[in-house]
């Protein structure tokens, strides 16, 4: 497979994209965090190959990627007060919140009756995400190695992989976000990020 890289700067760069997703192809571009690499989230078998692509685990849930908090009841079929809370603090932003699954997104983002979700604060990503609707997305890497922060990194691992790599120069985090869950009456860290403990028992005290 022959990998593009096509800059941000393109005005065909979101329409391009949109039509490999559209065909069920798998594209990477730049958030806030790092590079991830994505599919349309209700498209079980171009889920699928991100697994693939990356060589990750396939118990490993993926998570998904939003324009903007008024896309999150299409991906969840309930939203809990916590969610609620720390997403009109935190979103457009590092914290991934994991919340229930809409019974319409495919078992192969996540087994579980749960799915993490997030709006990231990157101009380009949320143009995309507005444009393809609720994206599941992960670190656009071989799974195990280093989460990518450019589009010569992304390519240095998943070239021949993916057929379109989004460049919008360097990321400005390079840290994965904050992975909180949400189900239960308080909020569990399941994955240290730039949103802290202490930032999120303030916004809830």
Known sequence: ??????????????????????????????????????????????VESIYAAKDRPVEKAIPILIGGPEDLDKVTSDIPPIAAKLAA?????????????????????????????????????????????PMAVTSANISGEASPRTAGEVSRQLSGRIPLILDGGETPGGVPSTVVDCMGTEPVILREGPVTLKDIQFVLA
Request: aromatic residues 6%; glycine residues 8%; positive net charge.
């Open 89 to 133: 603090r935190f979103w457009p932003g590092p914290l991934t919140l994991v919340v229930p699954k809409h019974p319409d997104l495919p078992d192969v983002v996540s087994a579980t009756l749960t799915v993490g979700v997030r709006v990231p604060d990157h101009p380009l990503a949320r143009a995309l995400l507005r444009a393809s609707g």
């Open 1 to 46: 497979m022959k990998t593009t890289i096509l800059s941000a700067a393109n005005g065909d760069a979101i329409s391009h994209a949109l039509e490999i997703l559209n065909r069920g192809g798998l594209v990477a571009f730049p958030t806030d965090t790092v590079y991830g690499v994505g599919a349309l989230a209700f498209n079980a078998p171009a």
